[in-house]
């Protein structure tokens, strides 16, 4: 699941391997990834690649005029090849084969097609729907008076950290990671949090996304693996201690996802209700 640190570090080594680069051509086998048809992908051949960046979890391969804005979904990744793929690789959607024999591919995992990619003017990636409606960044938090503003919402902490309107780069893993550090419920809505709670939210964005970057500058490599050395500690780790305070660690799931929590320091001690073990239970 590629949340806010796993995009960034995809950005910082792409742009770095990919410097100078020009496009041979460039091939969408998952027809269904590619969202636009003018310009059309050919457009990008004989183009050099200008630079990576990111918004809020999506990448941005910027190729003189032209970028392609990728969205990985949960189960995208965007890597560099020094060889090109097999035309039997089912995993691969959009193919961007480079003059020197290298290839930047975007592949995805498992059995749906969600990952998509736009090819756009280069000025015109602000204007993209999903773009345009991102909230601030989420690393480095915004600051003390701006996150307030954003966080005061009458709606459970949990789906408005998400909202990618609200604060850009947070998902699935990711919300679980902070609201631990900050030790309050997912179940608190976010105009009810006393400004001391704010402020500990504010700080734990930071915190546990900052601390992940760090965490994979260090361990990876010039290539981003397939799967993310994600340094999770309370996320899909239910049963386990607590690695603060060494309370058994409680989940509540729901169809496409997990939430995990600590129930002696984010629910007041309250297990909640796990819908999928009480359906289970009838
Ligand atoms: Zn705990």
Redesign the pocket.
């Known amino acids: 699941m590629p949340e806010l640190p796993e995009v960034e570090i995809t950005v910082r080594r792409l742009a770095a391997a990919l410097a100078g680069a020009e496009v041979e051509s460039a091939l969408a086998p998952g027809v269904v990834a590619l969202k636009t048809y003018d310009p059309p992908l050919q457009a990008l051949t004989g183009t050099p690649l200008t630079g990576v960046s990111r918004r809020g979890k999506m990448l941005v391969v910027e190729a003189g005029e032209l970028a392609l804005l990728v969205h990985l979904m949960s189960a995208g990744r965007l890597q560099l090849y020094d060889k090109r793929a097999s035309a039997r690789d089912r995993s691969a959607r959009l193919l961007v084969r480079l003059a020197d024999g290298r290839e930047l591919r975007l592949r995805e995992f498992g059995t749906r097609q969600r990952a998509w990619v736009k090819l756009l003017a280069a000025g015109e990636v602000g204007d993209d729907e999903y773009v345009a409606t991102l909230g601030p960044d989420a690393l480095p938090a915004p600051a003390s008076e701006v996150f307030a503003k954003l966080i005061d919402q009458p709606r459970h902490l949990h789906p408005l950290l998400r909202d990618q309107r609200t604060i850009a780069g947070i998902g699935r893993s990711w919300v679980d990671e902070i609201l ?1 550090r900050a ?1 309050l419920s997912p179940f608190r809505k976010g105009a009810e949090l006393e400004p001391e709670e704010v402020e500990r939210l504010r700080a734990a964005c930071d915190e546990a996304l900052g601390a992940a970057l760090e965490h994979y500058e260090q361990v990876i490599g010039e290539t981003v693996p397939d799967k993310m050395p994600m340094p999770l500690e309370v996320h899909r780790r239910q049963g386990e ?7 058994k ?1 409680e989940a509540i799931h729901f169809r496409d996802y997990v939430m995990s929590y ?5 629910t007041g001690g309250r297990v909640l209700k796990d819908r999928r073990l009480s359906r289970l239970l009838k």
């Open positions: 631990w030790e201690p607590c690695p603060r305070c060494g309370t660690l600590c129930p002696a320091e984010q």
